[in-house]
């Protein structure tokens, strides 16, 4: 596994962590809160935004206008169901969420919310690292590289994976900050 294929793997993670953060609610509308919901369409868990145009109007307005008019019950229940804590209001054409402003005690439950999102991206940079490690370890081990080289790829690893878990803590301030923001 080279350097590259290790960054690679850790910007997805970091990309994963990042719209895992833009689905928490911070008191204004924003379509990517609806990116995780999924709609059962024929009996196939089918993603929200394949079905239907989102979009804000305004500041505490979602509007979803589905392509088939036959999937707006479906729709309307995925929402309803869904731990996001919303409200849809279906008129026949088009189903609205007004998103209601933030308490302070939920603010903080999604802050918890995005450190535990945060963690997991952290993990997972990690579980990355210690791969690699060990396949730089295996090597030295085969007698295909010397002690020093490991030694040198082993930091250079880590140094890498500091920087993303660094990238990662970046995101979550940047979301707290938005969440607490009243």
Same mark, same amino acid.
């Given at each position: 596994?080279?350097?590259?294929?290790?960054?690679?793997?850790? =910007?997805?993670?970091?990309?994963?962590?990042?719209?895992?953060?833009?689905? =928490?609610?911070?008191?204004?509308?924003?379509?990517?809160?609806?990116?995780?919901?999924?709609?059962?369409?024929? !009996?196939?868990?089918t &993603?929200?935004?394949?079905?239907?145009?989102?979009?804000?109007?305004?500041?505490?307005?979602?509007? =979803?206008? &589905? *392509? %088939?008019?036959?999937?707006?019950?479906? @729709?309307?229940?995925? @929402?309803?169901?869904? %731990?996001? !804590?919303?409200?849809?209001?279906? %008129? !026949? $054409?088009?189903?609205? @969420?007004?998103?209601? &402003?933030?308490? #302070?005690?939920?603010?903080? /439950? *999604?802050?918890?919310?995005? +450190?535990?999102?945060?963690?997991e991206?952290?993990?997972?940079?990690?579980?990355?690292?210690?791969?690699?490690?060990? $396949?730089?370890?295996?090597? #030295?081990?085969?007698?295909?590289? +010397?002690? %020093?080289?490991?030694?040198d790829?082993?930091e250079? @690893?880590?140094?890498?994976?500091?920087?993303?878990?660094? $990238?990662?803590?970046?995101?979550? +301030?940047?979301? /707290?900050?938005? =969440?607490? $923001?009243?």
């Open positions: 596994m080279t350097l590259k294929e290790i960054e690679s793997n850790m =910007i997805k993670s970091v990309d994963s962590a990042q719209r895992t953060f833009n689905s =928490i609610r911070t008191g204004r509308a924003n379509p990517s809160l609806l990116d995780r919901l999924k709609v059962e369409y024929y !009996g196939t868990e &993603p929200l935004k394949s079905l239907a145009t989102i979009s804000t109007p305004d500041s505490q307005t979602i509007s =979803i206008q &589905p *392509f %088939d008019l036959n999937t707006l019950p479906l @729709i309307e229940k995925a @929402i309803a169901t869904s %731990d996001l !804590g919303l409200t849809p209001n279906n %008129d !026949g $054409k088009m189903i609205r @969420i007004n998103v209601p &402003p933030l308490t #302070e005690e939920r603010r903080k /439950e *999604f802050c918890k919310l995005a +450190s535990k999102y945060a963690e991206g952290k993990v997972a940079l990690r579980n990355i690292r210690r791969d690699a490690i060990d $396949k730089v370890k295996k090597t #030295e081990k085969e007698g295909s590289t +010397s002690e %020093d080289q490991s030694r790829e082993q250079k @690893i880590q140094t890498l994976t500091n920087k993303f878990i660094s $990238k990662i803590e970046q995101l979550l +301030s940047e979301k /707290e900050t938005e =969440i607490l $923001k009243v």
